[in-house]
């Protein structure tokens, strides 16, 4: 996909606000949040504090309803909210998980039900507060205190990148047989262990 102001160049990310595609010479970061120099140029000369929103989105869709149905469908609701890394990492994740539970166990299936209800809610939300923010009106929704959960954890894109390959490593070797997947689940509880020991981290954080 190209660069919404350089068709000719790449893009690299996608502004937080308006979702336009951006390549290395266009891409703004404030606070670790990616932004295009229009969106960042209105916010300044709006004079909005650190913790404000512009009321406008130029791209991407408004309607809550239309968001929700076609959320049902993997990845489709992200794009209609012009949110395209997000929709691909959602088939991604479904996919995956849909593939797991028939190869390893059924829990996947319990996990890629749940994920595919949190697609369109996910979808209905994110056009909700877009369309809120054009009337001038900030919504803080659910996601937005996951996504400041998920902001607070250093190297995302370092930890992100590993799990994928040890993840696609996996699968690669499963279909060559030379690992039995059904079996390392059987190693489920070290995630149970990871994530109280990243609990116990947060923890500890805020203590200091």
Request: charged letters at 20%; glycine letters at 10%; a negative charge.
């Amino acid at each position: 996909m190209s660069c919404a102001y350089h068709p000719e160049r790449e893009h690299v990310e996608t502004c937080a606000l308006c979702g336009r595609t951006l390549c290395t010479d266009c891409v703004r970061r404030v606070e670790a949040k990616v932004y295009c120099e229009t969106c960042l140029a209105e916010r300044v000369s709006a004079g909005a504090g650190a913790n404000a929103e512009i009321p406008q989105a130029t791209l991407g869709g408004e309607n809550p309803g239309v968001a929700f149905v076609l959320g049902l469908i993997p990845g489709v609701g992200a794009i209609y909210n012009a949110e395209y890394f997000k929709a691909a990492a959602h088939i991604i994740i479904f996919a995956t998980l849909f593939h797991l539970a028939d190869d390893v166990s059924e829990f996947f299936g319990f996990l890629a039900f749940g994920f595919f209800w949190y697609m369109p809610f996910e979808a209905y939300y994110t056009a909700r507060k877009r369309m809120m923010l054009r009337k001038g009106v900030r919504l803080e929704t659910p996601f937005d205190r996951l996504n400041e959960s998920l902001e607070e954890i250093g190297d995302k894109d370092w930890w992100g990148g590993i799990a994928l390959i040890a993840l696609g490593g996996l699968f690669l070797l499963g279909n060559f047989g030379v690992v039995r997947l059904y079996e390392l689940f059987r190693l489920w509880p070290v995630l149970l262990i990871v994530v109280g020991a990243w609990l116990l981290k947060r923890y500890h954080g805020r203590e200091a």
